[in-house]
């Protein structure tokens, strides 16, 4: 019961930040990790799915209610990363998830870098695409990104944020709505493969799930009343906080850590293979 108390109060956090910016798994897995020891990995990530889906679900809803969201481009793009998750978390058996680290890490700083130079990016909504693009662009970065976020993940909200103010132009509270259109997506696919084989531990997925709903819930409403401005500053500090994750598993002490942990799932995905 006290590993479940504060587990929901991780969740409530991971929900918070990832309603308006992405980067809730960098909260929820790590908690999980920790406050359940012994419990095999592909369960805690089925019970991280669990929760994270439902707080994403929850902003996702609000958003959708609050904010006008180009379909047009989304639902292909959420399609395409629906599939696109699967075969990245079946790819984890043939590949080395960690060679990734160092590239993720150099776009991440580039994220960064851009994002505080560039002062009005993601403040204007001005979708700049034809209509044949934006259906083209959002089956490629779905199926891109919905790889990337089955494969590994970390990064996967904040990217998409990037990518939707960058290249379609939104702004930032357009992107944060159509990234957890694609969120849900992905994680759906995920959440799918670890339900069916019975790896969700519902007795603490159930009351994470409410936590992460509330959490999301607060977070949307705060973005929403507080504006962009709001957001770009959450969006610079959560990938600040990935970047360092990144550099300090890659480069520090952690890097070992992250090893086995890397190990360990793509052995027990070459076994379910």
């Not at 870098?113 to 044949?132: C, M, N, Q, R, W």
């Not at 998409?160 to 709505?177: K, W």
Request: proline share 3%; hydrophobic share 55%.
């Amino acid at each position: 019961m006290e590993e479940t108390i504060y587990l929901c109060l991780f969740a409530f956090m991971a929900g918070f930040i990832d309603s308006v910016v992405g980067g809730g798994g960098l909260i929820q897995v790590p908690a999980l990790l920790v406050f359940l020891p012994g419990v095999p990995l592909p369960t805690v990530f089925g019970t991280g799915k669990f929760a994270g889906i439902a707080g994403t679900t929850a902003a996702m809803v609000k958003y959708v209610r609050s904010v006008k969201i180009n379909y047009l481009a989304i639902l292909p793009a959420a399609a395409a990363a629906f599939i696109c998750s699967f075969l990245g978390a079946r790819a984890l058996s043939h590949l080395d998830a960690s060679l990734l680290k160092p590239l993720i890490l150099v776009l991440l700083v580039l994220v960064a870098v851009y994002t505080f130079i560039k002062k009005d990016f993601g403040s204007l909504h001005a979708p700049k695409l034809t209509e044949s693009k934006e259906k083209l662009y959002g089956l490629l970065i779905g199926a891109a990104i919905g790889f990337y976020d089955g494969f590994f993940g970390p990064g996967t909200g904040s990217f998409l944020i990037f990518i939707f103010i960058g290249l379609f132009g939104f702004n930032f509270l357009a992107a944060s709505a159509a990234a957890k259109v694609v969120n849900v997506a992905t994680n759906l696919s995920a959440l799918l493969y670890f339900a069916w084989n019975g790896y969700v531990l519902y007795e603490v997925a159930v009351p994470m799930a409410v936590c992460s709903i509330l959490g999301s819930q607060l977070g949307t409403r705060t973005a929403l009343k507080r504006g962009v401005g709001f957001v770009r500053v959450l969006f610079l500090v959560v990938v600040t906080g990935i970047i360092l994750k990144f550099a300090y598993d890659t480069y520090g002490t952690g890097g070992s850590d992250f090893a086995k942990l890397a190990t360990s799932v793509q052995a027990w995905f070459g076994r379910r293979g």
